[in-house]
T-cell receptor, first 113, second 114 residues
Framework: GAGVSQSPSNKVTEKGKDVELRCDPI?????LYWYRQSLGQGLEFLIY????????KSGLPSDRFSAERTGGSVSTLTIQRTQQEDSAVYLC???????????FGPGTRLTVL | AQSVTQLDSQVPVFEEAPVELRCNYS??????LFWYVQYPNQGLQLLLK??????LVKGINGFEAEFNKSQTSFHLRKPSVHISDTAEYFC????????????FGKGTKLTVNP
């Protein structure tokens, strides 16, 4: 079956602009995660959605970052007023249930000029 | 809170040699443990995981890892590596009963030379 897909694969933006990153999880997976991979910080958790529960936003680095998950499926990560330090690869993962393997998408490489 | 330490940032080895990639973790609660591999310009792929039961876990591509609770370690081993094992390897933990978000180590870059 299809894996986790993310779009766009690459995004170049200017400092101060807003960006939206999209994640399509594996069909039927109830849990969805966003992570960020950068040279300086490694892989960091950002936000977690599980079913209809309130999301775990504890990893979001600032209030410029937000995410939503519509209809329990597709998720969008929004970064407002982008800064150069936001440059990173943003990874989405989904899993069938808690404690199950997380399947990762290919990531969106964000470059803020 | 959890943390993961991967003691070696880079490990160069020759083809057909054995390799061990070290991982230590810190947590105040019980955890699940994972090793992920990232091949050049590709996404993360699960190698193996420890949830419960036998402390020796076998994964894909001939890799295995052993959970040692007293030493809070989860080292990854392979008895004979191939050129194709060249990749970055990430150890990760998640807390049992929590959101199961993964906390990753900084990664170990394994380079297998001919």
């Amino acid at each position: 079956g299809a894996g986790v897909s993310q779009s766009p694969s690459n995004k170049v933006t200017e400092k101060g602009k807003d960006v939206e990153l999209r994640c399509d999880p594996i069909s039927g997976h109830t849990a969805l995660y966003w992570y960020r991979q950068s040279l300086g910080q490694g892989l960091e958790f950002l936000i977690y959605f599980q079913g209809n529960s309130a999301p775990d936003k504890s990893g979001l680095p600032s209030d410029r970052f937000s995410a939503e998950r519509t209809g329990g499926s597709v998720s969008t990560l929004t970064i407002q007023r982008t800064q150069q330090e936001d440059s990173a690869v943003y990874l989405c993962a989904s899993s069938q249930d808690r404690a199950n393997e997380q399947f990762f998408g290919p990531g969106t490489r964000l470059t803020v000029l | 809170a959890q943390s993961v330490t991967q003691l070696d940032s880079q490990v160069p080895v020759f083809e057909e040699a054995p390799v061990e990639l070290r991982c230590n973790y810190s947590s105040s609660v019980s955890v699940y443990l994972f090793w992920y591999v990232q091949y050049p310009n590709q996404g993360l792929q699960l190698l193996l995981k420890y949830l419960s039961g036998s402390t020796l876990v076998k994964g894909i591509n001939g890799f295995e890892a052993e959970f040692n609770k007293s030493q809070t370690s989860f080292h990854l081993r392979k008895p004979s590596v191939h050129i194709s094992d060249t990749a970055e390897y990430f150890c990760a933990v998640s807390s049992q009963g929590g959101s199961e978000k993964l906390v990753f180590g900084k990664g170990t870059k394994l380079t297998v030379n001919p």
